[in-house]
């Protein structure tokens, strides 16, 4: 049942609308004049007579006897808000936008489905994904020449993938490891593979890995992506160190980590590191008096696992990097493609673009301080 743009509210108690399908258009005012819309479409898993969705030109959402709803004119800008049948002027967009998160709170409350836990299949294909990736990597080492991805295109198109690199862009990739030419099948989850490369023109490599080894100052380096971090131990080329993650996309994700990480130096101006994360928790109530760290594994699923490898070449007047990430999240349920989807599949392209220019800026700075007087 809906109602078209311009049409009265019905007068009638939320209670009186009887169903079993929930349907949300959720419509959110930023401070930015941008607006986002999401649909969201779940079945009730059990009947609530008081449940009722109704689309109007905005948001509608309902819970048991307590109705919210908010109505949009034209040029998406909020006219009223209320509770039930009392409709009062709100001209805040901001708080507006706030009451709308809360309304989505109490649907969720009962809709939402249990959360994932991270299940011994699903490991077990990630880890066979993980060893097939880690030995492609080790052929490529040793083979020689061709150190990025990059290298491996044909004529022109790696020809306008290095003149890019030199314009400071970053080359990225999606990728995908198969099992004698078989995908490989992740019952539960999603595993993600990008691969990323950069130009670093004037850096030296001992510069780079000043910058990557430094992990004290990661928080800085690579803020706001990485919140804290520092060195729990060291021997040689051998860290075992501690990040804090906050992701941000729809929701905010803030994950505890730690990471197994080597570095190798291959011949002169060349070298790599390989990076396990050897645990990853996420951090409920962040920052607050009563933070605590969700079980491993049986949390949200935004990252269960991550690995990485790096590569450094310094040629042509500089340093070229590159980062191969493979990680696995939780899959995306139904019917909430439209929460967890962004998260679980774009942010681990958007973090590697991210870290690979952060690396460039990092490097950059280093430089001009070992530059000047």
């Given amino acids: 049942m809906g109602a078209a743009r311009g049409q009265r509210l019905r007068k009638e108690p939320c209670a009186s609308y009887p169903t079993r399908l929930l349907a949300h258009r959720v419509l959110f005012r930023v401070a930015t004049n941008q607006v986002s819309r999401f649909n969201f479409w779940r079945p009730l898993t059990h009947n609530h007579g008081a449940w009722r969705a109704i689309q109007f030109s905005g948001f509608v959402a309902q819970h048991q006897k307590a109705c919210v709803i908010m109505e949009l004119g034209e040029e998406a800008k909020l006219l009223r808000i209320g509770f039930g049948r009392h409709m009062v002027p709100w001209a805040d967009k901001v708080a507006a936008a706030a009451v709308a998160q809360i309304a989505l709170a109490l649907v969720f409350a009962q809709a939402a489905p249990l959360p994932p836990k991270l299940r011994d299949d699903t490991a077990a294909a990630f880890d066979l994904y993980v060893r097939l990736t880690d030995q492609r990597n080790q052929v490529e080492l040793a083979r020689g020449p061709a150190l990025l991805w990059v290298d491996s295109l044909p004529e022109p198109e790696r020809q306008q993938a290095n003149a890019a690199l030199r314009r400071g862009e970053v080359q990225i990739k999606k990728l995908n490891t198969l099992d004698n030419g078989k995908v490989i099948s992740c019952p539960g989850g999603l595993i993600h593979h990008w691969v990323g490369a950069a130009f670093l023109p004037g850096a030296k490599l001992d510069t780079v890995l000043a910058v990557l080894e430094d992990y004290d100052h990661q928080s800085t380096y690579y803020a706001p992506d990485v919140e804290r971090s520092r060195i729990e131990s060291r021997d040689g080329d ?136």
């Fill in 238 to 373: 051998h860290f075992r160190v501690f990040l804090r993650f906050r992701r941000h996309k729809v929701i905010t994700v803030v994950l505890d980590t730690e990471h197994d990480v080597h570095y190798y130096h291959d011949a002169p101006g060349r070298a790599h590191s390989r990076s396990s994360a050897v645990r990853i928790a996420e951090v409920e109530n962040p920052g607050k008096s009563d933070e605590r760290e969700k079980p491993v594994g049986d949390d949200g699923g935004f990252l269960w696992r991550m690995e990485t490898w790096w590569r450094m070449e310094q040629r042509d007047g500089g340093v070229y990097v590159q980062s191969e990430v493979v990680s696995l999240t939780r899959d995306i349920p139904t019917g909430l493609g439209w929460m967890i989807g962004p998260f679980v599949t774009s942010i681990p392209k958007e973090t590697l673009v991210f870290t690979l220019d952060a690396t460039r800026k990092a490097v950059e700075a280093k430089t001009d301080s070992r530059s000047s007087p």
